[in-house]
């Protein structure tokens, strides 16, 4: 596995606002992942963060609301823009470490992030 | 039908006891199968992967039917520390990056 920090663990925010979340992991990884827990339900992936070029967004997450950055192997960041109540929920970043043609996923801690 | 679908639960067990969890899946085209463990508050942990001739791990065992789209999880000896929730996961396959994600199967085990 991988160890994964993400910051800030938790934050609480005025609508309107943004808040970008880092995500760092201890080694290069390809595979870099964007999901979302909202309270009560499953993890939603948001999109792929992809080294050099744009982010891959799953159908409802489009950039100018979830602008992601990949600047190198180990890092990545997540904005949440011009956030609403509806957008609190936990964030989750992953990366993707598969051995034998499994793409296993490991996970980030998490960050809460409540919209007033 | 929902991508990937679990019984929701809660299971309460005793300790000691042997309990299964049951999962199907929609996408045919998926190829990788998982059960993820999430505690309260905390980030999903990988489980276990499932290999299509099942596999097990101490005293969990995974089994995978691909032509019924079914996976199941059975704990043997279950202990106070196993109470979580426990989430059915698949790859998307196809070629799409990333993975499905049920809404997990919360299990207490009772003293």
């Known amino acids: 596995s991988a160890v994964i920090s993400q910051k800030p663990s938790r934050d609480i925010c005025q609508r309107g606002t943004s808040l970008t979340i880092q995500c760092q992991v201890d080694s290069q990884v390809t595979m870099m992942f964007w999901y979302r827990q909202q309270p009560g339900q499953s993890l939603t992936l948001i999109a792929t963060?992809?080294?050099?070029?744009?982010?891959?967004?799953e159908s409802g997450f489009v950039i100018d609301k979830f602008p992601i950055s990949r600047p190198n192997l180990t890092f990545s960041t997540l904005t949440v823009s011009n956030m609403s109540p509806e957008d609190s929920s936990i964030y989750l970043c992953?990366?993707?470490?598969?051995?034998?043609?499994?793409?296993?996923?490991?996970f980030g801690p998490g960050t809460r992030l409540t919209v007033l | 039908r929902k991508e990937v679908e679990q019984d929701p639960g809660p299971f309460n067990v005793p300790e000691g006891a042997t309990v299964a969890f049951n999962c199907t899946y929609s996408?045919?085209?998926?190829?990788?199968f998982f059960w993820y463990r999430q505690d309260c508050r905390k980030e999903p942990k990988l489980l276990m992967s499932v290999y299509s001739s099942g596999n097990e791990d101490g005293r969990f065992t995974a089994q995978l039917n691909r032509a019924s789209q079914y996976i199941s999880l059975l704990i043997r000896d279950s202990k106070l520390s196993d109470s979580a929730t426990y989430l059915c996961v698949v790859n998307r396959g196809g070629g799409a990056d990333g993975l499905t994600f049920g809404k997990g199967t919360h299990l207490i085990i009772q003293p």
């Open positions: 996408n045919s085209a998926s190829q990788s």
């Open positions: 992953s990366v993707g470490l598969g051995t034998g043609g499994l793409d296993e996923q490991f």
């Open positions: 963060a992809n080294q050099g070029s744009e982010a891959t967004y």
